[in-house]
């Protein structure tokens, strides 16, 4: 092999300098169009597969081994066209699969684990080496698309969910947590919370699959066969349609301009690029790629204005401190009402996950309760109602980090809490998220656990795959073959020896998948599936409604940066009332001048969320039992722009929403909702 530039090879490879030629000409082309396979493979995989190969928690049994190889079959099946046809090269599955591992990789280390701080046991990839390589195989033994589709298809389908299950089994142990049945993959998901989960939450094994005996994934694996035959076949001749050569003639010249044209040649007042010029440029360059400074956001001030003024009002928020070791926990508290005028476009909430927005895995979530019930997928929320909630975090990552409270609703996306700033001190090194299973297996950090396999297994195949790739790589590539068939010569370019090599590496990686399917079985014997059980919540009890509103004008002013409405409200209770509060999107507009109103404000609270210009109520005396009166209110502040809560005027619906909360003469409060069609005035 180290002469074979030097020689001719099989009456194929040309010999002397145009066999050095030929040889820098493949790698240099095969190294361009690996990178671009893989760029392109990689973005088809996020858009379609998504979170059901990225995140540990979504691989389920039912959807994930279904979709997974359906969608990841396109690219191999049109590669393989392109590599068999013009050059006898068995290799575009593996080719294709080896990019992508390396490629999904390259983004989980450096995207999700060193930027946003996920651990690995959450976001480790799946491979798909195993079907890949039997996939080649097949179309070497087999000799065509046909053969490679029927035959080829269905291992690719059939040898993913056996291929994974070693490095899948650690993390579908079952534990308890919270009074809750879950898996281990449940729980790294519980523990580390996405600031943005999908608007779908977790699909979880829904519909009439599981009828089937309790055999989903095996009922997935040859539905997911068929499909992948159906796939491969479509994408064989779409890889055709784009291998095909067409000569269009161009009229772009001629559209610009440039028709019968030359090119001026430059003079004295012809611009030019100066040095000093590209000096600054690459200064300016190299400045921001050095030193970069680090951002954050949670995206809330982005949410658009109905969605924070009409879905869910959160209020009485606490934080039991702003400050914490790494593996010390706080306490988030409070209430939030899931208001009554939820916006029409939206489905009416049902399912929904209790979560944390913090930066990556900054900090941990250690329980969450929604009126004292764990609330890991909660449903039967009602509109109108108010629910208690109570959320305990924990120190992971040192450095100072804004976390909220969140929503996550089915179908609504994540609604997002007042923010607090937390200061995490002390050592990374030093965190821990031990738990302990129900078979009594001691995991003594969730960060780690089962990555050694993860790691090893992935390894295993990514060696077994580059062998498989060096196999062919070692001889001529590209120019040499395609001359080669051109002139008939196919039986130089496979042997006989590649055939048995074929087939005794096909029947080994069935044995070897076996092998690692059986390992995995013997090892965590008592694995059961990802869990997608929701739990009912009740809301707190309805108190009496203390008065009825009426929006009788409701407008705010641009150049004043003020809402000014105006109600009539019917005192129903039986002492005076005084309204003290104006509450919209986290925003709290407070009547300074109602003690009552300014003795519910927590000193803590987040001051960006706290105008200091407060609310003006005018009239502002009590308002007597069985009393109607009208009462303009009007909170005016920056923090409508800062809070990007101004583009409501280019909502379709022109709404706005709040809550109003009154105070009797014993200080106690009543909260009512606001809401109603708002316009916009640009003049005073």
């Not at 090119?263 to 007042?269: K, M």
């Not at 700033?421 to 950090?445: E, K, S, Y």
């Not at 009825?548 to 019917?570: F, H, S």
């Not at 009007?634 to 280019?650: F, I, N």
Request: charge should be neutral.
């Amino acid at each position: 092999m180290a002469n074979i530039t030097e020689t001719a090879w099989r009456g194929v490879w040309p010999s002397g300098a145009a066999a050095r030629v030929s040889r820098t000409f493949d790698f240099l082309v095969a190294a361009a169009i690996f990178i671009v396979l893989v760029a392109a493979y990689h973005i088809h995989v996020e858009l379609t597969i998504g979170d059901w190969d990225f995140w540990n928690d979504w691989k389920d049994r039912e959807f994930w081994p279904t979709f997974t190889p359906v969608l990841l079959i396109t690219f191999p099946a049109a590669v393989h066209y392109i590599l068999w046809t013009y050059f006898r090269l068995p290799i575009g599955a593996t080719l294709c699969c080896v990019g992508l591992l390396l490629g999904e990789w390259i983004v989980r280390v450096h995207g999700f684990h060193i930027w946003a701080w996920f651990p690995y046991s959450l976001i480790w990839p799946a491979t798909m080496l195993p079907g890949a390589i039997a996939l080649d195989l097949v179309l070497l033994l087999g000799g065509n698309f046909i053969m490679s589709g029927i035959f080829g298809g269905m291992l690719f389908a059939l040898l993913f969910y056996p291929g994974n299950w070693p490095m899948l089994a650690a993390y579908r142990l079952p534990l308890e947590h919270i009074g809750s049945l879950l898996t281990v993959g449940d729980m790294i998901g519980y523990v580390y919370p996405r600031s943005s989960m999908p608007e779908y939450l977790r699909i979880i094994e829904r519909g009439t699959l599981r009828t089937f005996g309790g055999h989903s994934a095996v009922v997935s694996a040859f539905f997911s066969g068929f499909m992948c035959i159906l796939m491969y076949f479509v994408w064989w001749h779409i890889g055709k349609l784009l291998a095909t050569t067409a000569f269009v003639p161009s009229k772009l010249s001629k559209w610009m301009g440039l028709s019968d044209k030359t090119v001026p040649a430059p003079t004295a007042t012809s611009p030019v690029v100066r040095p000093a010029t590209v000096v600054l440029g690459l200064a300016v360059l190299l400045t921001s790629v050095l030193y970069s400074m680090p951002t954050q956001a949670h995206g809330e001030r982005n949410q658009e204005p109905f969605l924070r003024m009409r879905t869910v009002h959160w209020y009485d928020v606490k934080f039991s401190g702003t400050k914490a070791a790494v593996n010390d926990e706080i306490t988030i508290t409070g209430k939030f009402r899931i208001f009554e005028d939820w916006p029409e476009i939206l489905p009416k909430p049902d399912t929904i996950f209790l979560g944390l927005a913090s930066p990556g895995g900054a900090m941990t979530r250690v329980e969450s309760y929604i009126d004292g019930v764990p609330a890991i997928q909660s449903t039967g929320l009602q509109l109108g109602r108010d629910y208690d909630f109570k959320i305990v975090v924990k120190g992971r990552i040192p450095g100072r980090w804004h976390i909220h409270p969140m929503l996550n609703i089915q179908k609504a996306g994540p609604l997002p809490g007042p923010g607090e700033w937390i200061d995490v001190t002390g050592n990374f090194n030093d965190f821990r998220q031990p738990v302990t299973t129900l078979d009594g297996t001691q995991i003594a950090n969730l960060e780690d656990w089962g990555l050694g396999t993860v790691f090893s297994w992935h390894a295993l195949w990514l060696v077994l795959a580059i062998l498989w790739l060096l196999w062919w790589i070692r001889r001529p590539l590209l120019l040499p073959r395609y001359m080669a068939l051109k002139a008939g010569r196919e039986e130089a370019l496979i042997t006989r020896q590649d055939r048995i090599v074929a087939a005794a590496s096909l029947a080994g990686i069935i044995v070897l998948v076996s092998g690692g399917f059986l390992w995995a079985e013997n090892e965590y014997p008592n694995t059961i599936p990802l869990q997608g059980g929701r739990v009912r919540v009740n809301p707190l009890p309805v108190p009496p409604q203390a008065v009825d509103l009426k929006v009788t004008k409701a407008n705010y002013d641009v150049p004043g940066r003020a809402m000014r409405i105006t109600i009539e409200i019917t005192n129903k209770y039986t002492k005076p009332l005084q309204l003290g509060e104006f509450t919209s999107a986290s925003l709290r507009f407070v009547d300074h001048l109602v003690p009552a109103a300014n003795a519910h404000v927590d000193p803590a609270y987040p001051k960006d969320l706290l105008p200091k210009s407060g609310l003006q109520v005018e009239p502002n005396t009590p308002l007597q039992p069985g009393e109607t009166r009208t009462v303009k209110f009007v909170a005016a502040d920056v923090a409508w722009e800062a809070e990007r809560l101004t583009s409501l005027m280019r909502d379709p619906d022109s709404s706005f929403g709040g809550l109003l909360f009154f105070y009797d003469s014993d200080g106690e409060r009543h909260i009512a909702n606001v809401y109603g069609t708002i316009v916009p005035t640009f003049v005073r």
